[in-house]
């Protein structure tokens, strides 16, 4: 696939083998278009590694985190669990979330955290709302361990982002659907793998080994399941897509 951005234009040309389209800046197909072409280009270029959250690195697209700000908001989770903690960022992000609507906590795991970074969230400020758990998400011990820590009735949110291969991520599904309220969601992230096999740090299996094509293994055999964009709170333009590295993430529990 070839993309042109004609700015002078003011139109995008996207050009599929002998397949030509041609679409206005202006409409939400030629939005579309340019901001795959943009996606790829944050690919490749490392865009996500350069932005922090209250002085932790969070590596994610920001327009992801503001779409499931509006999801949590709307949502008022008790407990949001995420499997995978990196550098911490997000698991900062939710937390001082919580902080504003004074409610809610977060239980953060990961097969590995670092000693320097459990060290700088342990000495945050947002720490007071988070839980952090070693081990491996789909361990036994360790969902065990996230079981007892959910109250009985209780939202929960999950978020997913850790190891992004099919199998893992459908292991967590399997693993931790059964703490997801109804109407509340399991956000399997980075399904964007599919759209970058070819570019850099990419693999040749990832058009069918990524957490997108888990979401939808997982929705096909647990029909208490759907994948649903949450609506827009807001929008007074035309574009009705988000511009994401985490596309079919929300998984809704709705049964």
């Known amino acids: 696939m070839i993309t042109t951005i004609d700015e002078e234009q003011g139109i995008v040309i996207v050009r599929n083998g002998e397949h030509e389209e041609r679409h206005s800046l202006a409409t939400a197909e030629g939005f579309e278009a340019a ?90 400020a947002m720490k007071k709302r988070i839980e952090l758990l070693e081990g491996s998400s789909t361990a036994p011990e360790i969902v065990d361990q996230v079981k007892a820590m959910v109250k009985p009735g209780e939202t929960v949110l999950v978020v997913l982002d850790s190891n992004h291969s099919k199998g893992h991520v459908l292991d967590e599904l399997r693993a931790y659907s059964p ?46 399941f759907v994948i649903e964009e949450p609506a827009f709170p807001f929008n007074e333009g035309v574009v009705t897509k988000r511009v994401t590295y985490w596309p079919d993430a929300f998984i809704k529990r709705i049964a």
Not at 57 to 86: H, Y
């Open 35 to 124: 901001s795959r072409a943009w996606v790829r280009a944050t690919w490749d270029s490392k865009y996500v590694y350069s932005f922090a959250w209250m002085g932790r690195p969070v590596i994610q697209l920001p327009e992801d985190m503001i779409r499931l700000q509006e999801v949590i908001w709307a949502l008022q989770p008790d407990v949001l669990i995420e499997t995978g903690v990196a550098h911490g960022g997000s698991l900062i992000f939710y937390a001082s979330l919580f902080e504003a609507m004074n409610k809610g906590r977060v239980i953060g795991i990961d097969i590995e955290i670092r000693e320097h970074n459990r060290a700088a969230i342990e000495a945050h």
């Open 179 to 224: 703490l997801v309220s109804v109407g509340s969601y399991i956000v399997a992230t980075d399904g964007i793998m599919e759209q970058v096999k070819g570019g850099p740090r990419s693999e040749d299996d990832w058009d069918w080994n990524n957490p997108k094509a888990a979401a939808h293994a997982f929705v096909a055999e647990d029909s208490r």
